[in-house]
């Protein structure tokens, strides 16, 4: 990790990475809690898509469109 921060662009790249994944994880274990049903790489993967898309869907679902004044 050390060798990738060392490059500007790696090191910028890396900066945006709290403002593009880390408010989705933020969202998805404010309201799921932070515990997770399974162990495992490809489970803990599949547990967290599962909850992203819920996440997404229910925010579909609930979004009031704007109105024109």
């Known amino acids: 990790m050390a060798a990738r921060l060392a490059n500007p662009i790696c090191r910028a790249q890396y900066r945006q990475r709290s403002a593009l994944v880390e408010p989705g994880f933020?969202?998805?274990?404010?309201?799921?809690?932070?515990?997770?049903?399974y162990r495992g790489h490809r489970s803990v993967?599949?547990?967290?898509?599962?909850?992203?898309?819920?996440?997404?869907?229910?925010?579909?679902?609930h979004h009031a469109p704007r109105t024109c004044s």
């Open 26 to 37: 933020a969202q998805l274990f404010q309201r799921f809690r932070r515990h997770l049903n």
């Open 45 to 61: 993967d599949t547990e967290i898509k599962l909850l992203g898309t819920v996440h997404n869907l229910n925010k579909l679902i």
